[in-house]
């Protein structure tokens, strides 16, 4: 299967569909939050994998199936750069968002008087965050086809949290997807700054969860950013979305595993001979 659609993908996807489900309860409980600022960096083509729903074949779809529960507004922009994907990506909202509810205003979609959803034919690394408020709860999906395709800028953390305190998010990471880790050290090392700018931009109440899919050779993770007070759920969400497709995931928190933790992103990004010196 090519990296993008690979028999990983749907246990990502039930992660994905659980982290924003949750966000939408936690929300509507809260009311320091007004509003949903969602933004998928790396949308691709909006068609489901292996002939399953739309609304859990992919990310576009388990966006916007989840923003029409949401009982606050929702803002929801799609990015994807390559344009002969992006041509597929409207034609696939074209054919599954009037079944949702959704109508077309043009420049972008809208259910009732609850969602926008937006889409954009560039990288994610361009995503704004002039729209983001005080009172604003902001996920990203950064889901990249590889580490090295990675689509969130250097600064764009820091940038959300300097708007909002509500911000969390889930990136994807192939490490060693189409035998990456041929690549110079020198270039690998690029991915530790990755997450190292996701680890600086953390605030107290936030945590960084590192979660590893054990035995794999193309060595997906996956980077999950969340409260603190969400650790020991969130990481049970991870562990059993990723076991219903019969697989295992090793996880360490930054926080409170930090050994662990850089010793999982050592064996994510070094190769065995490099682990030994």
């Known amino acids: 299967m090519s990296v993008g659609h690979s028999r990983r993908t749907p246990a990502k996807h039930k992660l994905m569909s659980s982290i924003i489900g949750r966000e939408v309860g936690a929300a509507s409980k809260n009311p320091a939050i007004d509003r949903h600022v969602w933004k998928d960096l790396c949308a691709g083509d909006g068609i489901p994998v292996d002939g399953r729903g739309w609304c859990e074949g992919c990310s576009p779809g388990i966006f916007a199936y989840h923003a029409t529960h949401a009982k606050?507004?929702?803002?929801?922009?799609l990015y994807?750069?390559?344009?002969?994907?992006?041509?597929r990506l409207i034609?696939?909202?074209?054919?599954?968002l009037p079944e949702l509810g959704y109508e077309n205003k043009g420049d972008c979609w809208q259910f009732r008087d609850m969602v926008t959803l937006r889409t954009f034919n560039a990288s994610g690394s361009d995503a704004g965050v002039d729209d983001i408020g005080r009172r604003d709860a902001v996920l990203i999906s950064n889901d990249p086809n590889a580490i090295t395709d990675?689509?969130?800028?250097?600064?764009?953390?820091?940038?959300?949290?300097?708007?909002?305190?509500?911000?969390?998010?889930i990136s994807t990471m192939g490490c060693n997807a189409a035998g990456l880790k041929r690549l110079s050290l020198e270039e690998r090392m690029g991915w530790f700054r990755l997450i190292e700018q996701q680890e600086s931009a953390l605030p107290r109440h936030r945590d960084l969860l590192l979660a590893a899919i054990d035995g794999d050779a193309s060595q997906w993770a996956y980077l999950l950013n969340d409260p603190v007070k969400w650790r020991g759920t969130q990481e049970k969400v991870a562990v059993s979305a990723f076991a219903r497709y019969a697989y295992r995931l090793e996880t360490a928190w930054y926080g409170t595993q930090r050994a662990a933790y850089e010793q999982m992103k050592r064996r994510l990004f070094l190769t065995k001979t490099e682990l030994e010196w």
């Open 72 to 77: 606050k507004p929702v803002d929801l922009e």
């Open 80 to 87: 994807e750069i390559k344009p002969a994907t992006y041509d």
């Open 91 to 96: 034609e696939s909202l074209k054919l599954r």
């Open 150 to 169: 990675w689509a969130m800028r250097p600064t764009f953390a820091a940038e959300i949290e300097a708007r909002t305190p509500w911000f969390r998010s």
